[in-house]
Protein backbone atom coordinates (compact mmCIF):
# COMPACT_ATOMS: atom_id res chain seq x y z
CA UNK A 1 0.00 0.00 0.00
CA UNK A 2 1.55 3.71 -0.90
CA UNK A 3 -0.09 6.07 1.57
CA UNK A 4 0.50 10.46 1.03
CA UNK A 5 -0.12 12.81 2.75
CA UNK A 6 -2.51 16.33 1.78
CA UNK A 7 -3.71 19.08 3.00
CA UNK A 8 -5.76 19.85 0.10
CA UNK A 9 -9.53 20.64 0.76
CA UNK A 10 -11.83 17.02 1.06
CA UNK A 11 -14.73 18.37 -1.71
CA UNK A 12 -12.24 18.94 -4.34
CA UNK A 13 -10.05 15.97 -3.45
CA UNK A 14 -10.53 13.19 -6.61
CA UNK A 15 -10.23 9.77 -5.61
CA UNK A 16 -12.19 6.79 -5.49
CA UNK A 17 -13.62 6.86 -2.26
CA UNK A 18 -13.70 9.92 0.82
CA UNK A 19 -13.56 8.23 4.33
CA UNK A 20 -15.71 10.79 6.64
CA UNK A 21 -16.24 10.27 10.56
CA UNK A 22 -19.57 10.72 12.20
CA UNK A 23 -20.41 10.87 15.41
CA UNK A 24 -23.13 8.79 17.64
CA UNK A 25 -25.09 11.81 17.98
CA UNK A 26 -25.33 12.89 14.84
CA UNK A 27 -22.71 15.76 14.41
CA UNK A 28 -20.04 15.54 12.43
CA UNK A 29 -15.78 16.19 12.57
CA UNK A 30 -14.68 19.91 11.12
CA UNK A 31 -14.04 17.93 7.77
CA UNK A 32 -17.67 16.06 7.65
CA UNK A 33 -19.25 19.25 8.45
CA UNK A 34 -17.80 20.85 5.49
CA UNK A 35 -18.57 18.18 3.08
CA UNK A 36 -22.02 17.91 4.61
CA UNK A 37 -22.22 22.00 3.87
CA UNK A 38 -20.72 21.19 0.06
CA UNK A 39 -23.38 18.53 -0.11
CA UNK A 40 -26.29 20.72 0.69
CA UNK A 41 -27.02 18.67 4.15
CA UNK A 42 -27.37 15.57 2.59
CA UNK A 43 -25.00 13.54 4.89
CA UNK A 44 -26.97 15.24 7.63
CA UNK A 45 -30.25 13.76 6.67
CA UNK A 46 -29.14 10.68 5.76
CA UNK A 47 -27.34 9.76 9.25
CA UNK A 48 -30.40 11.17 10.36
CA UNK A 49 -32.65 8.53 8.75
CA UNK A 50 -30.49 6.30 10.70
CA UNK A 51 -28.47 4.48 7.70
CA UNK A 52 -25.50 4.99 9.26
CA UNK A 53 -25.56 2.04 12.37
CA UNK A 54 -24.43 4.04 15.45
CA UNK A 55 -22.11 1.70 16.96
CA UNK A 56 -18.54 2.57 16.30
CA UNK A 57 -16.92 1.17 13.15
CA UNK A 58 -20.30 0.94 11.52
CA UNK A 59 -19.67 1.73 8.13
CA UNK A 60 -21.99 3.59 5.24
CA UNK A 61 -21.09 3.69 1.58
CA UNK A 62 -22.61 6.19 -0.05
CA UNK A 63 -21.86 7.00 -3.97
CA UNK A 64 -22.15 10.09 -5.76
CA UNK A 65 -22.53 12.30 -3.35
CA UNK A 66 -23.42 15.84 -4.86
CA UNK A 67 -20.76 18.69 -4.48
CA UNK A 68 -17.99 16.17 -3.72
CA UNK A 69 -15.23 15.07 -6.24
CA UNK A 70 -14.68 11.69 -4.74
CA UNK A 71 -16.51 8.84 -6.54
CA UNK A 72 -18.19 7.93 -3.14
CA UNK A 73 -18.12 8.78 0.07
CA UNK A 74 -17.44 6.08 3.13
CA UNK A 75 -19.21 7.19 6.54
CA UNK A 76 -17.21 5.79 9.41
CA UNK A 77 -19.03 5.63 12.78
CA UNK A 78 -17.10 6.92 15.86
CA UNK A 79 -19.20 6.72 18.38
CA UNK A 80 -20.05 9.43 21.03
CA UNK A 81 -18.07 12.19 20.55
CA UNK A 82 -16.74 12.54 24.06
CA UNK A 83 -15.38 8.86 24.03
CA UNK A 84 -13.45 9.34 20.72
CA UNK A 85 -9.99 7.59 22.64
CA UNK A 86 -7.46 5.15 21.23
CA UNK A 87 -9.95 2.28 20.93
CA UNK A 88 -12.52 4.48 18.90
CA UNK A 89 -10.01 5.71 17.23
CA UNK A 90 -8.41 1.98 16.22
CA UNK A 91 -11.95 0.84 15.42
CA UNK A 92 -12.69 3.52 13.00
CA UNK A 93 -9.49 2.99 11.42
CA UNK A 94 -9.95 -1.00 11.01
CA UNK A 95 -13.45 -0.60 9.92
CA UNK A 96 -12.14 1.81 7.43
CA UNK A 97 -9.61 -0.18 6.14
CA UNK A 98 -11.85 -3.35 5.59
CA UNK A 99 -14.30 -1.47 3.55
CA UNK A 100 -11.64 -0.02 1.72
CA UNK A 101 -9.97 -3.52 0.99
CA UNK A 102 -12.96 -5.09 -0.45
CA UNK A 103 -14.35 -2.04 -2.36
CA UNK A 104 -13.89 -1.68 -5.88
CA UNK A 105 -12.13 2.14 -5.72
CA UNK A 106 -8.58 2.10 -6.34
CA UNK A 107 -7.99 4.94 -4.06
CA UNK A 108 -9.16 6.77 -1.46
CA UNK A 109 -9.06 9.65 0.93
CA UNK A 110 -9.20 9.09 4.64
CA UNK A 111 -9.98 12.06 7.07
CA UNK A 112 -9.95 10.18 10.17
CA UNK A 113 -6.18 10.72 11.23
CA UNK A 114 -6.93 14.33 11.71
CA UNK A 115 -8.97 13.33 14.14
CA UNK A 116 -7.98 14.13 17.83
CA UNK A 117 -7.20 11.65 20.54
CA UNK A 118 -6.29 12.30 23.61
CA UNK A 119 -2.98 11.47 25.11
CA UNK A 120 -1.79 10.72 21.63
CA UNK A 121 0.15 12.85 19.18
CA UNK A 122 -0.39 12.91 15.27
CA UNK A 123 2.68 10.83 14.73
CA UNK A 124 0.67 8.27 17.08
CA UNK A 125 -2.21 8.58 14.81
CA UNK A 126 -0.41 8.67 11.54
CA UNK A 127 1.12 4.88 12.62
CA UNK A 128 -1.48 3.43 13.76
CA UNK A 129 -3.65 4.64 10.70
CA UNK A 130 -1.11 3.72 8.47
CA UNK A 131 -0.78 0.61 10.07
CA UNK A 132 -4.43 -0.88 10.31
CA UNK A 133 -5.47 0.55 6.88
CA UNK A 134 -2.26 -1.74 5.33
CA UNK A 135 -3.08 -4.59 7.72
CA UNK A 136 -6.81 -4.41 6.50
CA UNK A 137 -5.72 -4.69 3.00
CA UNK A 138 -3.91 -7.81 3.99
CA UNK A 139 -4.50 -11.41 2.06
CA UNK A 140 -2.92 -14.81 2.37
CA UNK A 141 -1.97 -15.60 -1.29
CA UNK A 142 -3.59 -19.14 -0.71
CA UNK A 143 -2.95 -21.79 -3.34
CA UNK A 144 -6.12 -21.64 -5.39
CA UNK A 145 -6.74 -22.71 -9.50
CA UNK A 146 -7.94 -19.38 -9.76
CA UNK A 147 -6.08 -16.50 -8.57
CA UNK A 148 -8.21 -14.35 -6.34
CA UNK A 149 -9.24 -11.16 -8.13
CA UNK A 150 -7.73 -7.97 -6.66
CA UNK A 151 -10.02 -5.76 -5.67
CA UNK A 152 -9.44 -2.99 -3.00
CA UNK A 153 -7.96 0.56 -2.67
CA UNK A 154 -3.90 0.47 -3.07
CA UNK A 155 -3.32 4.17 -3.10
CA UNK A 156 -4.05 6.53 0.03
CA UNK A 157 -3.89 9.59 1.27
CA UNK A 158 -4.52 11.34 4.53
CA UNK A 159 -6.27 14.32 4.36
CA UNK A 160 -5.23 17.56 6.43
CA UNK A 161 -1.86 16.40 7.84
CA UNK A 162 0.94 18.25 6.20
CA UNK A 163 3.26 16.36 4.33
CA UNK A 164 6.48 17.19 7.26
CA UNK A 165 9.05 14.67 7.29
CA UNK A 166 7.91 13.63 10.96
CA UNK A 167 4.52 12.98 9.43
CA UNK A 168 6.22 11.09 6.60
CA UNK A 169 8.20 8.38 9.18
CA UNK A 170 5.12 8.23 11.27
CA UNK A 171 3.46 6.24 8.34
CA UNK A 172 6.72 4.59 7.14
CA UNK A 173 6.90 3.49 10.36
CA UNK A 174 3.20 1.38 10.35
CA UNK A 175 3.19 0.77 6.89
CA UNK A 176 6.45 -1.05 7.90
CA UNK A 177 4.82 -2.90 10.85
CA UNK A 178 2.04 -4.13 9.07
CA UNK A 179 4.38 -5.32 6.48
CA UNK A 180 6.49 -7.18 9.25
CA UNK A 181 2.67 -8.61 10.27
CA UNK A 182 2.48 -9.75 6.90
CA UNK A 183 5.39 -12.03 6.76
CA UNK A 184 4.54 -13.12 10.43
CA UNK A 185 1.04 -13.97 8.74
CA UNK A 186 2.04 -15.51 5.73
CA UNK A 187 4.50 -17.86 7.69
CA UNK A 188 1.38 -18.64 9.94
CA UNK A 189 -0.84 -19.48 7.40
CA UNK A 190 0.82 -21.82 5.27
CA UNK A 191 0.55 -25.30 5.93
CA UNK A 192 2.71 -27.35 7.93
CA UNK A 193 3.77 -29.64 4.84
CA UNK A 194 5.07 -25.79 3.71
CA UNK A 195 6.14 -24.12 6.29
CA UNK A 196 8.73 -26.27 7.57
CA UNK A 197 11.87 -26.02 9.85
CA UNK A 198 13.60 -25.72 5.98
CA UNK A 199 11.42 -22.83 5.15
CA UNK A 200 11.45 -20.81 8.07
CA UNK A 201 15.26 -20.73 7.75
CA UNK A 202 14.82 -20.11 4.23
CA UNK A 203 12.75 -17.48 4.90
CA UNK A 204 15.54 -15.86 7.28
CA UNK A 205 17.89 -16.28 5.16
CA UNK A 206 15.99 -14.40 2.17
CA UNK A 207 15.26 -11.78 4.19
CA UNK A 208 19.02 -11.42 5.27
CA UNK A 209 19.93 -11.34 1.85
CA UNK A 210 17.61 -8.83 1.50
CA UNK A 211 18.10 -6.46 3.84
CA UNK A 212 21.66 -6.88 4.44
CA UNK A 213 21.51 -8.50 7.88
CA UNK A 214 23.33 -11.52 9.14
CA UNK A 215 21.42 -14.89 9.43
CA UNK A 216 23.45 -18.03 10.28
CA UNK A 217 21.35 -21.27 10.53
CA UNK A 218 22.54 -24.10 12.88
CA UNK A 219 21.90 -27.73 11.92
CA UNK A 220 21.03 -30.90 14.25
CA UNK A 221 24.71 -31.97 14.57
CA UNK A 222 25.41 -27.93 15.19
CA UNK A 223 22.97 -27.92 17.77
CA UNK A 224 24.32 -31.45 19.25
CA UNK A 225 28.02 -30.06 19.80
CA UNK A 226 26.19 -27.33 21.58
CA UNK A 227 24.39 -29.78 23.88
CA UNK A 228 21.38 -28.71 23.04
CA UNK A 229 19.49 -32.31 23.60
CA UNK A 230 16.16 -30.85 25.08
CA UNK A 231 15.30 -29.21 21.74
CA UNK A 232 16.31 -31.82 19.51
CA UNK A 233 14.27 -34.35 21.76
CA UNK A 234 11.35 -32.36 20.22
CA UNK A 235 12.24 -32.85 16.74
CA UNK A 236 13.83 -36.43 16.73
CA UNK A 237 10.79 -38.15 15.15
CA UNK A 238 10.56 -35.79 12.38
CA UNK A 239 11.63 -35.90 8.47
CA UNK A 240 12.34 -32.49 8.38
CA UNK A 241 15.28 -31.54 10.30
CA UNK A 242 15.66 -28.98 13.32
CA UNK A 243 16.85 -25.32 12.16
CA UNK A 244 17.96 -22.84 14.96
CA UNK A 245 17.78 -20.13 13.49
CA UNK A 246 20.20 -17.57 14.33
CA UNK A 247 19.61 -13.51 12.96
CA UNK A 248 21.95 -10.76 13.77
CA UNK A 249 20.97 -7.06 12.66
CA UNK A 250 23.18 -4.58 14.00
CA UNK A 251 22.01 -0.79 13.77
CA UNK A 252 23.09 0.32 17.22
CA UNK A 253 26.85 0.46 17.41
CA UNK A 254 28.27 -0.80 20.33
CA UNK A 255 24.80 -0.69 22.36
CA UNK A 256 23.86 -4.38 23.71
CA UNK A 257 21.71 -6.16 21.59
CA UNK A 258 17.73 -7.08 21.93
CA UNK A 259 17.71 -10.41 21.77
CA UNK A 260 13.98 -11.78 20.61
CA UNK A 261 13.46 -15.86 20.66
CA UNK A 262 10.61 -17.93 19.25
CA UNK A 263 9.11 -21.16 19.46
CA UNK A 264 8.90 -22.22 15.62
CA UNK A 265 6.96 -25.77 15.75
CA UNK A 266 6.23 -25.49 12.27
CA UNK A 267 3.60 -28.44 13.60
CA UNK A 268 2.46 -29.72 17.22
CA UNK A 269 1.18 -33.08 16.79
CA UNK A 270 1.78 -33.41 20.45
CA UNK A 271 4.12 -36.44 19.78
CA UNK A 272 3.69 -39.57 21.34
CA UNK A 273 1.13 -37.87 23.83
CA UNK A 274 -0.90 -37.07 20.93
CA UNK A 275 -3.07 -34.44 20.82
CA UNK A 276 -7.16 -35.26 19.94
CA UNK A 277 -7.99 -34.51 16.00
CA UNK A 278 -9.85 -32.18 16.79
CA UNK A 279 -8.60 -28.51 15.60
CA UNK A 280 -5.58 -30.00 15.56
CA UNK A 281 -5.08 -28.24 12.21
CA UNK A 282 -3.95 -24.72 14.03
CA UNK A 283 -0.96 -26.39 15.24
CA UNK A 284 0.74 -25.21 12.06
CA UNK A 285 0.38 -21.82 14.23
CA UNK A 286 2.95 -23.20 16.60
CA UNK A 287 5.74 -21.42 15.07
CA UNK A 288 3.79 -18.05 15.60
CA UNK A 289 6.59 -16.84 17.84
CA UNK A 290 9.24 -17.65 15.23
CA UNK A 291 7.09 -16.12 12.46
CA UNK A 292 6.78 -12.90 14.96
CA UNK A 293 11.02 -12.91 14.90
CA UNK A 294 11.35 -13.13 11.55
CA UNK A 295 8.16 -10.42 10.87
CA UNK A 296 9.96 -8.21 13.06
CA UNK A 297 13.21 -8.12 11.45
CA UNK A 298 11.41 -6.94 8.05
CA UNK A 299 9.99 -4.09 10.27
CA UNK A 300 12.89 -3.41 11.92
CA UNK A 301 15.58 -3.35 8.74
CA UNK A 302 12.88 -1.66 7.23
CA UNK A 303 12.94 1.30 9.09
CA UNK A 304 16.81 1.08 9.52
CA UNK A 305 16.10 1.30 13.35
CA UNK A 306 19.34 2.42 15.09
CA UNK A 307 19.38 -0.45 17.44
CA UNK A 308 20.95 -4.04 17.87
CA UNK A 309 19.00 -6.91 17.49
CA UNK A 310 19.36 -10.96 17.68
CA UNK A 311 16.64 -13.07 16.89
CA UNK A 312 16.66 -16.46 17.95
CA UNK A 313 14.47 -19.13 16.15
CA UNK A 314 14.08 -22.67 17.19
CA UNK A 315 12.41 -23.98 13.81
CA UNK A 316 11.22 -27.86 14.81
CA UNK A 317 8.56 -29.99 14.06
CA UNK A 318 6.83 -31.79 17.01
CA UNK A 319 5.97 -35.75 15.43
CA UNK A 320 5.23 -39.33 16.86
CA UNK A 321 7.51 -42.29 15.21
CA UNK A 322 9.38 -44.95 16.52
CA UNK A 323 12.41 -42.77 17.28
CA UNK A 324 9.86 -40.31 19.16
CA UNK A 325 10.62 -39.18 22.55
CA UNK A 326 8.39 -40.89 25.28
CA UNK A 327 7.23 -39.69 28.50
CA UNK A 328 9.56 -40.36 31.26
CA UNK A 329 12.73 -39.39 28.78
CA UNK A 330 15.43 -37.86 30.64
CA UNK A 331 17.29 -34.72 28.59
CA UNK A 332 20.40 -33.15 29.44
CA UNK A 333 19.60 -28.96 28.39
CA UNK A 334 22.34 -26.90 27.24
CA UNK A 335 21.99 -25.21 30.48
CA UNK A 336 22.99 -28.66 32.28
CA UNK A 337 19.75 -28.67 33.82
CA UNK A 338 18.33 -32.05 33.46
CA UNK A 339 14.63 -32.43 32.47
CA UNK A 340 11.92 -35.40 32.57
CA UNK A 341 9.86 -35.39 30.10
CA UNK A 342 6.14 -36.25 31.13
CA UNK A 343 4.43 -35.18 28.16
CA UNK A 344 5.97 -35.11 24.88
CA UNK A 345 3.33 -32.40 24.54
CA UNK A 346 4.50 -29.80 26.81
CA UNK A 347 7.41 -29.46 24.06
CA UNK A 348 7.83 -25.52 23.65
CA UNK A 349 9.50 -25.10 27.02
CA UNK A 350 11.89 -27.96 25.46
CA UNK A 351 13.07 -26.01 22.95
CA UNK A 352 12.85 -22.37 24.23
CA UNK A 353 15.02 -23.36 27.12
CA UNK A 354 18.03 -24.45 25.07
CA UNK A 355 17.52 -21.11 23.07
CA UNK A 356 17.38 -19.04 25.73
CA UNK A 357 20.61 -20.42 27.04
CA UNK A 358 22.05 -19.79 23.91
CA UNK A 359 21.00 -16.54 24.00
CA UNK A 360 23.55 -15.75 27.42
CA UNK A 361 26.65 -15.47 24.55
CA UNK A 362 24.81 -12.03 23.30
CA UNK A 363 24.87 -10.69 26.69
CA UNK A 364 21.87 -9.15 26.05
CA UNK A 365 20.30 -5.82 26.89
CA UNK A 366 16.77 -8.08 27.38
CA UNK A 367 15.29 -10.99 25.95
CA UNK A 368 12.22 -11.51 24.86
CA UNK A 369 10.79 -14.67 23.72
CA UNK A 370 7.46 -15.29 22.30
CA UNK A 371 5.61 -18.68 22.10
CA UNK A 372 2.18 -20.04 21.75
CA UNK A 373 3.45 -22.13 24.76
CA UNK A 374 0.00 -22.98 26.34
CA UNK A 375 -4.14 -23.76 25.95
CA UNK A 376 -3.92 -22.63 29.87
CA UNK A 377 -3.22 -19.39 28.59
CA UNK A 378 -6.07 -19.25 25.93
CA UNK A 379 -8.19 -19.99 29.15
CA UNK A 380 -6.97 -17.45 31.11
CA UNK A 381 -7.03 -14.56 29.14
CA UNK A 382 -8.74 -15.47 25.84
CA UNK A 383 -7.86 -13.91 22.41
CA UNK A 384 -7.47 -10.27 23.65
CA UNK A 385 -4.14 -10.10 25.54
CA UNK A 386 -0.85 -12.07 25.44
CA UNK A 387 0.34 -13.67 28.56
CA UNK A 388 3.13 -11.58 29.95
CA UNK A 389 5.89 -12.72 32.31
CA UNK A 390 9.19 -10.98 33.26
CA UNK A 391 11.92 -11.34 35.85
CA UNK A 392 12.54 -7.49 35.57
CA UNK A 393 9.46 -4.98 36.46
CA UNK A 394 10.76 -1.90 34.19
CA UNK A 395 11.22 -4.02 31.19
CA UNK A 396 7.33 -5.58 32.27
CA UNK A 397 6.02 -1.96 31.87
CA UNK A 398 7.69 -1.11 28.92
CA UNK A 399 6.02 -3.94 27.24
CA UNK A 400 2.58 -3.51 28.80
CA UNK A 401 3.26 0.22 27.57
CA UNK A 402 3.83 -1.01 24.39
CA UNK A 403 0.86 -3.06 24.01
CA UNK A 404 -1.23 -0.31 25.37
CA UNK A 405 0.44 1.98 22.48
CA UNK A 406 -0.42 -0.35 19.70
CA UNK A 407 -3.83 -1.85 21.31
CA UNK A 408 -2.03 -5.32 21.12
CA UNK A 409 -2.50 -5.88 24.48
CA UNK A 410 -0.35 -8.23 27.33
CA UNK A 411 -1.64 -8.55 30.93
CA UNK A 412 1.39 -9.49 33.51
CA UNK A 413 1.11 -13.15 35.16
CA UNK A 414 2.83 -13.66 38.42
CA UNK A 415 6.53 -15.83 37.86
CA UNK A 416 6.34 -16.41 41.75
CA UNK A 417 8.00 -19.49 42.80
CA UNK A 418 5.44 -20.80 45.05
CA UNK A 419 4.66 -22.69 42.21
CA UNK A 420 7.85 -24.18 41.51
CA UNK A 421 6.93 -27.82 43.51
CA UNK A 422 4.20 -28.53 40.42
CA UNK A 423 7.71 -28.83 38.53
CA UNK A 424 9.09 -31.14 40.52
CA UNK A 425 10.90 -34.95 39.28
CA UNK A 426 11.74 -37.90 41.20
CA UNK A 427 14.04 -38.53 38.20
CA UNK A 428 15.80 -35.57 37.17
CA UNK A 429 16.22 -31.73 38.13
CA UNK A 430 12.55 -30.80 36.95
CA UNK A 431 9.67 -32.07 34.98
CA UNK A 432 8.21 -30.80 31.47
CA UNK A 433 5.03 -30.34 33.22
CA UNK A 434 3.47 -28.82 36.26
CA UNK A 435 -0.46 -30.28 35.86
CA UNK A 436 -3.47 -28.93 35.26
CA UNK A 437 -3.63 -26.02 37.85
CA UNK A 438 -1.77 -22.53 36.25
CA UNK A 439 -0.36 -24.40 33.67
CA UNK A 440 0.62 -21.01 31.80
CA UNK A 441 2.38 -19.95 34.94
CA UNK A 442 4.25 -23.30 35.11
CA UNK A 443 4.94 -23.44 31.59
CA UNK A 444 6.43 -19.83 32.14
CA UNK A 445 8.00 -20.86 35.34
CA UNK A 446 10.12 -23.51 33.53
CA UNK A 447 11.78 -21.06 31.03
CA UNK A 448 12.65 -18.64 34.23
CA UNK A 449 15.66 -21.48 35.19
CA UNK A 450 17.32 -20.57 31.96
CA UNK A 451 16.70 -16.57 32.17
CA UNK A 452 18.86 -16.09 35.06
CA UNK A 453 21.69 -14.43 33.82
CA UNK A 454 19.99 -11.13 32.00
CA UNK A 455 16.78 -9.41 31.75
CA UNK A 456 13.89 -11.39 30.51
CA UNK A 457 10.33 -11.28 29.23
CA UNK A 458 8.40 -14.25 27.88
CA UNK A 459 4.63 -13.89 26.51
CA UNK A 460 2.42 -16.49 26.15
CA UNK A 461 0.83 -16.04 22.56
CA UNK A 462 -1.15 -19.29 22.15
CA UNK A 463 -4.33 -17.26 22.62
CA UNK A 464 -3.34 -14.00 20.30
CA UNK A 465 -1.37 -15.42 17.46
CA UNK A 466 -4.24 -16.91 15.25
CA UNK A 467 -7.89 -17.03 15.59
CA UNK A 468 -10.64 -19.86 14.90
CA UNK A 469 -13.59 -20.03 13.15
CA UNK A 470 -15.04 -18.40 9.83
CA UNK A 471 -12.42 -15.83 9.94
CA UNK A 472 -9.51 -18.49 10.75
CA UNK A 473 -5.67 -16.84 10.26
CA UNK A 474 -2.83 -15.54 11.72
CA UNK A 475 -2.82 -12.24 13.38
CA UNK A 476 0.51 -11.19 13.09
CA UNK A 477 0.38 -10.37 17.00
CA UNK A 478 2.54 -9.43 18.70
CA UNK A 479 4.37 -7.55 16.21
CA UNK A 480 2.75 -4.42 16.85
CA UNK A 481 3.30 -5.01 20.78
CA UNK A 482 7.07 -5.48 19.85
CA UNK A 483 7.05 -3.06 17.23
CA UNK A 484 5.84 -0.19 19.72
CA UNK A 485 8.48 -1.44 22.30
CA UNK A 486 11.39 -1.56 19.88
CA UNK A 487 10.49 2.05 18.65
CA UNK A 488 10.38 3.36 21.72
CA UNK A 489 14.33 1.74 22.61
CA UNK A 490 15.38 3.37 19.12
CA UNK A 491 14.11 6.86 20.34
CA UNK A 492 16.01 6.61 23.18
N1 LIG B 1 1.26 -25.51 21.26
C1 LIG B 1 0.62 -25.94 22.43
C2 LIG B 1 -0.16 -24.84 23.14
C3 LIG B 1 -1.36 -24.28 22.41
C4 LIG B 1 -2.62 -24.75 22.69
C5 LIG B 1 -1.22 -23.25 21.50
C6 LIG B 1 -3.71 -24.22 22.05
C7 LIG B 1 -2.32 -22.72 20.87
C8 LIG B 1 -3.58 -23.21 21.14
C9 LIG B 1 1.63 -26.48 23.43
O1 LIG B 1 2.73 -27.09 22.87
C10 LIG B 1 0.93 -27.52 24.24
O2 LIG B 1 0.54 -28.51 23.69
N2 LIG B 1 0.79 -27.25 25.52
C11 LIG B 1 0.14 -28.16 26.38
C12 LIG B 1 0.97 -28.25 27.63
C13 LIG B 1 0.52 -29.31 28.58
C14 LIG B 1 0.74 -30.67 27.99
C15 LIG B 1 1.28 -29.13 29.85
C16 LIG B 1 -1.25 -27.63 26.66
O3 LIG B 1 -1.41 -26.40 26.75
O4 LIG B 1 -2.17 -28.41 26.73
MN1 LIG C 1 2.39 -29.14 22.48
ZN1 LIG D 1 3.25 -26.50 21.01
Given at each position: ?NIT?S?TPAATTKTGTLVL ?10 T???I ?27 PDL??VAAERVL ?21 A???L??GVAESAAVT ?41 ANAVTLL ?333
Open positions: MLTGAFADGTFPGTQADDASGGKLATIVKRGDLDAKTGSTLLIPGLVALGKRAELDEKAYRTALAAGKAASLAELDVPNRDAAWRLRTAARLLADAAYVFDAPRKEPLSKRGGIESRAEHALAVAQGLAVAEGMALTKDLGNHGGNVCNPAYMAHTASALGKEFGFEVEVLERADMEKLGMHSALSVGRASLSPCKFIVMKYSGGGSAKPIVLVGKGMTFDTGGVSLKPSANLDEMKYDMSGGGTVIGMFKTVARLKLPLNLIGLVMAVENMPGGNASRPGDVVRSMAGITIEILNTDAEGRLVLCDALTYAERFDPACTIDLATLTGACVIALGAHASGLYANDAALAAELLAAGQGSGDRAWQMPLWDDYQPQLKSNFADMSNLGGPAAGSITAALFLSHFAKKYKWAHLDIAGTASVSGDAKGATGRPVPLLAEFLLARAAG
